[in-house]
Nanobody, 124 residues
Framework: QVQLVESGGGLVQAGGSLRLSCAAS????????MGWFRQAPGKEREFVAT????????YYANSVKGRFTISRDRAKNTVALQMNSLKAEDTAVYYC?????????????????WGKGTQVTVSS
């Protein structure tokens, strides 16, 4: 069992930056890949970024590529999402997720554990 808690959300102006953090607890010794997803009201949950257990491999949605950076600190059991050049369309609840043996790390159903989310609102 893994528990995930997101933090760092808030209200920012378009063009600004925000850093989200996800703290993991429980069974943190397994080789979990980590991902960030987001969901706006009335929308499907959308893939944002993923990072491998080692942190050596990352993958981003085209909509955030070049603006967002995912990273992890295995010693602290945290994963971060640095969001720069924020746009109004980035407004959503952002969720941290963990999973293992995934066929597709961009698919929400492939993840085993989820945080409760943190709200990010970008004003225009």
């Amino acid at each position: 069992q893994v528990q995930l808690v997101e933090s760092g959300g808030g209200l920012v102006q378009a063009g600004g930056s925000l850093r989200l953090s996800c703290a993991a607890s429980g069974d943190t010794f397994r080789q979990y890949a980590m991902g960030w997803f987001r969901q706006a009201p009335g929308k499907e949950r959308e893939f944002v970024a993923t990072i491998s257990w080692s942190g050596g491999n990352t993958y981003y949605a085209n909509s955030v590529k070049g603006r967002f950076t995912i990273s992890r600190d295995r010693a602290k059991n945290t994963v971060a999402l640095q969001m720069n050049s924020l746009k109004a369309e980035d407004t959503a609840v952002y969720y941290c997720a963990a999973g293992s043996s995934m066929a597709d790390t961009t698919t929400p159903d492939e993840y085993d554990y989820w945080g409760k989310g943190t709200q990010v609102t970008v004003s225009s």
